[in-house]
């Protein structure tokens, strides 16, 4: 998996990293709904892509669940295998329209938003999100992080990522697994319940399942092999790569 860089991952730099191989999902940069909606030549060069590009994640930040929900049709219409929901970033300009982390301040929101953007989607599209432990230590230690995703599976996310840090930290400091101050890993009970409750949302079959993860290991499986194959012919076979990478016409 290639996971969102901000600044990095657009669609020449996840081309790069396809054509080294090993890359199953890659995802895009943060992407503005409204900016889509709209049409702004920004966001849409962000969310930029082609045939060649999937999977493909779409990652959407925002506070508005009807505008998020809007964001991710277009998202599905535009190509994406999964969309995105951040509630991690840290960054002020974000954080201040009540978007990324700050969404862990207001979790009743972060709920709606899942709810909302669940509903807009085809089920064979899984919806996924991204959070810290908390916007402040006593978050941390209070296992806020833990709180939401039960919340959030319950609403059909199919799959959430911890960046192992405080908003407050940003991205300084140990990145720790729970929220435990001391890292002596509290919480356990909570991460146990976060584990039952997807189990039984799958069980209970309200979330149909979806062919990402295959898709994936089929995609990391061909490139395993086609790697072998090389080695043993000794060359490595040309291919044309899409406009934009490497320049037009170039043949690596």
């Not at 991710?72 to 951040?86: E, K, L, Q, Y």
């Not at 509903?119 to 810290?132: E, H």
């Not at 979806?210 to 395993?224: E, F, I, N």
């Amino acid at each position: 998996m290639l996971a969102p860089i901000a600044g990095w991952c657009d669609l020449a730099w996840r081309m790069t990293c396809r054509e080294l191989g090993g890359v199953g999902l890659a995802c895009t940069d943060l992407l503005s709904p409204q900016g889509l909606l709209c049409g702004s030549d920004a966001s849409l060069d962000l969310a930029r892509t082609n045939e060649f590009d999937q999977p493909i994640g779409m990652q959407l930040y925002g506070s508005d669940p009807g505008l998020l929900a809007d964001g991710a049709r277009w998202c599905v219409d535009h190509g994406a295998t999964v969309v995105d929901i951040n509630m991690g970033c840290p960054v002020d300009k974000v954080c201040k329209k009540d978007g990324g982390s700050k969404l862990m301040c207001i979790p009743d929101t972060a709920v709606e938003i899942a709810r909302a953007v669940r509903s807009a989607m085809p089920d064979s599209v899984p919806l996924t999100a991204k959070m810290r432990l908390g916007w402040a230590e006593v978050d941390a230690e209070r296992n806020a992080a833990g709180d939401l995703a039960c919340r959030l599976i319950d609403e059909g996310v199919a799959l959430i990522t911890v960046h192992g840090r405080t908003t407050e930290q940003r991205f300084k400091g140990q990145c720790r697994a729970r929220g435990d101050s001391a890292g002596r890993g509290g919480g356990g009970g909570q991460d146990r319940a976060v584990h039952r409750r997807a189990r039984r949302r799958r069980a209970g079959g309200r979330q149909r399942g979806h062919p990402l993860a295959r898709r994936c290991r089929l995609h990391d499986r061909g490139d395993r092999v086609r790697r072998r194959h090389d080695r043993a012919r000794g060359v490595r076979d040309a291919v044309d790569l899409p406009h934009g990478v490497g320049g037009p016409g170039r043949r690596a």
